[in-house]
């Protein structure tokens, strides 16, 4: 028996004598007690009540590997080499990074309920509480290293949208280079992370977490204005969603990009980043370790890098330690 075990059986809401769970698990209500002292160390609010027995305040959808593909169209099933899905994991980038040393096969899917040590831009933490948002990491393989990755994080985060937008999901935008936004808000981010030949073949790593139902004690983590799924669903009167099914979808959009991408790169992506551009139009500050730089934001190149209108004439900026923020007129 471990922990998920227990979780399955609670992860509907209701009440559960450690009798029965010990039964339904063939474990003594020693052994079940033993487990339940550990929810609390992931955050899950159990309540104990006399004569009842113990609930998971909520209830809990966990993921789970079949629900996930029957949201994946059959053409990308094929695609996916294996799908592992982690209780608690340092970071599913790392683990991802691992099982490029094995393979350098593309289509390696790696999810987790929650990060010990996620990392978003810039070696931020990346708050990672249990089973509430998305953590997932896909490895892909690439030819021409380095070069052939330009503009990748900016077309993964328009495969995001896509999947939401999917979902009815509206007033999304993207942010330089790696930030999904919602109305100002940070929704999701991406974080790509590369092995291998810097001029040959080459495996990347494309990290995407996603709020989805962000506690708001552990937002109180988080840097800056943000967001999740849920509260947009609620906000826009639609139907909440499931977290797994929600994968399938970020999957169904993620893997035949990345495969297009390898042929195309974002060039043809381009346009479609364009107009989901937040800050297009608008005076930016970047900020690129001891130096900075202001202008207008005027779109992307073909290889994703930044134009800005500075008062010397149109400059590109490429990823690395820029900070963008909107600038003061």
């Given amino acids: 028996m471990n922990l998920t075990a227990v979780l399955n059986l609670l992860a509907d809401g209701g009440f559960h004598s450690g009798e029965a769970l010990g039964d339904a698990l063939g474990v003594s209500r020693t052994a079940i007690w033993k487990h339940l002292q550990k929810l609390d160390d992931l955050g899950l609010n159990l309540i104990s009540v006399k004569g009842k027995g113990y609930c998971l305040e909520g209830g809990l959808e966990l993921l789970d590997e079949r629900k996930i593909l029957e949201s994946v169209s059959d053409d990308v099933q094929t695609r996916i080499e294996a799908l592992d899905i982690y209780s608690v994991i340092d970071s599913t980038n790392i683990k991802a990074l691992s099982r490029a040393v094995e393979s350098d096969a593309s289509g390696y899917i790696c999810?987790?309920?929650?990060?010990?040590?996620?990392?978003?831009?810039?070696?931020?933490?990346?708050?990672?509480?249990?089973?509430?948002?998305?953590?997932?990491?896909?490895?892909?393989?690439?030819?021409?290293?380095?070069?052939?990755?330009?503009?990748?994080?900016?077309?993964?985060?328009?495969?995001?949208?896509?999947?939401?937008?999917?979902?009815?999901?509206?007033?999304?935008?993207?942010?330089?280079?790696?930030?999904?936004?919602?109305?100002?808000?940070?929704?999701?981010?991406?974080?790509?992370?590369?092995?291998?030949?810097?001029?040959?073949?080459?495996?990347?790593?494309?990290?995407?977490?996603?709020?989805?139902?962000?506690?708001?004690?552990?937002?109180?983590?988080?840097?800056?204005?943000?967001?999740?799924?849920?509260?947009?669903?609620?906000?826009?009167?639609?139907?909440?969603?499931?977290?797994?099914?929600?994968?399938?979808?970020?999957?169904?959009?993620?893997?035949?990009?990345?495969?297009?991408?390898?042929?195309?790169?974002?060039?043809?992506?381009?346009?479609d980043w364009e107009a989901l551009d937040a800050y297009r139009g608008q005076r930016v500050e970047l900020r690129m370790g001891a130096n900075s730089a202001s202008g207008v934001a005027r779109g992307v190149s073909d290889t994703g890098a930044l134009k800005v209108m500075t008062e010397g004439g149109e400059t590109l900026y490429n990823g690395g330690e820029i900070s963008l923020r909107g600038a003061a007129r």
């Fill in 111 to 271: 999810l987790a309920e929650q990060q010990t040590a996620g990392r978003g831009r810039r070696g931020r933490e990346w708050v990672s509480p249990f089973g509430k948002n998305i953590y997932l990491s896909a490895l892909w393989g690439f030819d021409g290293g380095a070069a052939a990755l330009e503009g990748l994080s900016l077309a993964v985060g328009v495969a995001i949208v896509r999947a939401l937008q999917k979902q009815g999901l509206s007033d999304l935008q993207l942010k330089w280079p790696n930030d999904v936004l919602w109305r100002g808000r940070k929704l999701a981010g991406v974080l790509l992370e590369m092995t291998g030949d810097v001029t040959g073949r080459c495996q990347v790593v494309v990290g995407v977490g996603l709020n989805v139902s962000m506690p708001a004690s552990a937002g109180t983590a988080i840097d800056q204005a943000w967001v999740d799924v849920d509260s947009i669903t609620e906000g826009l009167n639609i139907p909440s969603l499931s977290r797994n099914h929600l994968v399938g979808r970020l999957l169904d959009e993620l893997i035949p990009m990345l495969n297009e991408f390898q042929h195309g790169g974002f060039a043809a992506l381009r346009a």
